[in-house]
């Protein structure tokens, strides 16, 4: 009896944490002039966050009306099959960012209850109509790389593409999360080239000094849009929660083709059944600037013989022939 008077204590100690956190109050503090706009979303985010805490203290779905639009509260459910979410303070302070079709605040923290232990605290996106409702939500890269990428833009274009990639790429991301299959195929061109590669170790020879040191190569494989998304509709069935990191984000334009820029990132991937790390590379086409694709995918391991794989190694726009053809679907 004393065992499980005290296991139930160390379920809900978490919980009376979240309890003193239901009402987080957040503020815009730069970025809106208009202050019956700033009003709503203040109002909007801090009915959101309250919401998601009081859900995870009941072992409920959050409940919200006018705050998120249809397309938000789908999202929101989306993700909470895979993984409930609290925000763990009580104040939030952040700047209110303007996009080509609404506004944006980022850093919103957050804990995904589902996650592994150490792994379980993220930031939010939250993307808002002109009338302040919520009307995405998107899991942040990293603040200081987010700063990073924006500061390397060459020209207003430029600029705005790379805001659209930072959030194509915190979308794409999500859509791991959430398995939201048909998000994820929607961003890839019917034609796209994916890679992906595997370490595998050759037959060591016969002899001993030889059978001492380690011969591991990449072997790649290509794969079709259609065997891609087929492979990951069984991934996503077969595991309850996926949480997918991006770190060291790179984004590249092409010197000549400025429609199609490059994108290099290290990759997590964390489920109930499997866990790696490796580089995915993302060739993103901007002919159709609302909506670009995804024309090139490739995954390598992120280590080689025990070693990281250096940069010169990891795919990048100069290991493609780019045809014009190709990127005009």
């Known amino acids: 009896m004393r065992k499980l008077e005290l296991s139930l204590l160390f379920v809900l100690i978490p919980l009376f944490s979240f309890a003193q956190l239901e009402d987080t109050k957040f503020t ?49 459910k989306q993700m ?15 700047i209110c960012l303007q996009t080509s079709d609404g506004y944006q605040v980022r850093n919103i923290p957050v804990t ?29 890269i990293e ?37 939201d299959l048909p998000y994820i195929e929607s961003v890839f061109s019917d034609n796209a080239l994916i890679i992906t590669g595997k370490v595998i170790r050759e037959k060591p020879k016969s002899d001993y000094a030889m059978r001492a040191l380690s011969h591991e190569k990449i072997v790649y494989q290509k794969r079709t849009k259609k065997e891609y998304i087929s492979n990951l509709k069984r991934v996503f069935k077969s595991n309850k929660y996926i949480n997918v990191l991006f770190d060291e984000v790179e984004v ?57 794989l250096a940069r010169e190694e990891v795919f990048n726009l100069g290991d493609f022939d780019i045809v014009r053809s190709l990127v005009d679907d």
């Open 28 to 76: 815009i503090t730069d970025g809106l002039d208009n202050t019956s706009l700033k009003t709503a979303m203040e109002h909007n985010v801090s009915a959101f966050l309250k919401a998601c805490n009081v859900a995870v203290m009941e072992g409920d779905k959050p409940e919200m009306e006018e705050e998120l639009t249809d397309d938000a509260k789908d999202v929101l």
């Open 80 to 94: 909470w099959k895979t993984s409930p979410m609290a925000c763990p303070v009580s104040t939030i302070e952040e």
């Open 112 to 140: 995904m209850m589902a996650a592994e232990e150490g792994e379980g605290e993220q930031e939010l996106v939250l993307h808002f109509t002109s009338s302040g409702a919520i009307d995405n939500i998107s899991i942040a």
């Open 143 to 179: 603040e200081n790389k987010y700063k990073e990428i924006l500061s390397e833009h060459e020209s207003v274009e430029d600029l705005y593409r790379r805001q659209v990639i930072i959030d194509f790429v915190e979308n794409y991301r999500t859509a791991y999360n959430r398995k």
């Open 252 to 308: 590249i334009q092409h010197p000549k083709l400025t429609d199609i820029y490059g994108v290099t990132l290290k990759q997590e991937w964390h489920s109930d059944r499997y866990s790696d790390v490796g580089f995915v590379f993302l060739m993103i086409d901007f002919q159709d600037e609302m909506n670009p694709l995804i024309q090139v995918r490739t995954w390598q391991p992120e280590k080689l013989d025990g070693k990281i």
